[in-house]
């Protein structure tokens, strides 16, 4: 439940004070935490939805990332290029609730 709440904060962080490439990094990077691969099947529309943010938002965030190496957008499919680069463009932002949740592993 701790590191449920310190993703919650951290969302609503970012939702506030972030661009919406930082939030589209921080979300790439998250979904990638899950699925335990680097080629994530996902739409714009459904990124739009998790942004808060129109559709047309989410493809120039996407160009700006994929043009910056960052990763490759292909219809339906996202695949990571440079992690550590999605993490900086990310900034403090991405890491705290996985932090949270090792330590309460690492505790158990």
């Known amino acids: 439940m701790q590191s449920f709440i310190v993703q919650v904060g951290g969302t609503a962080y970012a939702n506030a004070k972030l661009t919406i490439e930082a939030r589209l ?5 998250m979904y990638q ?7 994530l099947l ?6 739009s939805l998790m942004l808060g943010v129109r559709r047309p938002g ?7 990332l994929e043009s910056s190496g ?3 957008a292909r219809r339906g499919h996202i695949t990571v290029l440079d992690r550590e680069k999605l993490e900086g463009m990310a ?9 949270e949740y090792e330590r309460f592993i690492a505790d158990a």
């Open 25 to 29: 990094a921080r979300w790439i990077l």
């Open 33 to 39: 935490d899950r699925m335990y691969q680097n080629d």
């Open 42 to 47: 996902i739409t714009h529309e459904f990124l």
């Open 58 to 64: 989410v493809t120039a965030a996407t160009h700006l």
């Open 70 to 72: 960052m990763i490759q």
């Open 91 to 99: 900034g403090d932002n991405y890491g705290a609730a996985e932090a």
